[in-house]
Nanobody, 122 residues
Framework: QVQLVESGGGLVQPGGSLRLSCAAS????????MGWYRQAPWKQRELVAT???????NYAESVKGRFTISRDNAKNTVYLQMNSLKPEDTAVYYC????????????????WGQGTQVTVSS
């Protein structure tokens, strides 16, 4: 089985910064696309940013120019640098990865992290 472990969430004032990390571990053959999603109270989970194995990125319009997604393929880790944070960024942030397991047939599945709380408040 594959696990995604997140860290870096917390409480920050408006205009501040946080850096989230998510490391994939387990019986892994390869990690393909990775991404970050968030879910605020009483709202559906929404896409924040994605990054391919080759480094191509995609961002939600609401975070463009403020957030940066990156990855370290050697460590199977994805990061989300969040700058100029706003109260509306408050949510539980989940990392996501498409992983080929090191098993017969190299099955590909989508995995989710446990979530980390980000709160932006004065």
């Amino acid at each position: 089985q594959v696990q995604l472990v997140e860290s870096g969430g917390g409480l920050v004032q408006p205009g501040g910064s946080l850096r989230l990390s998510c490391a994939a571990s387990g019986s892994i053959f390869s990690v393909n696309a990775m991404g970050w999603y968030r879910q605020a109270p009483w709202k559906q989970r929404e896409l924040v940013a994605t990054i391919t194995s080759g480094g191509s990125t995609n961002y939600a319009e609401s975070v463009k120019g403020r957030f940066t997604i990156s990855r370290d393929n050697a460590k199977n880790t994805v990061y989300l640098q969040m700058n100029s944070l706003k109260p509306e960024d408050t949510a539980v942030y989940y990392c996501n990865a498409d992983v080929a397991r090191d098993y017969e047939g190299l099955p590909i599945d989508e995995y989710w992290g446990q979530g980390t709380q980000v709160t932006v408040s004065s």
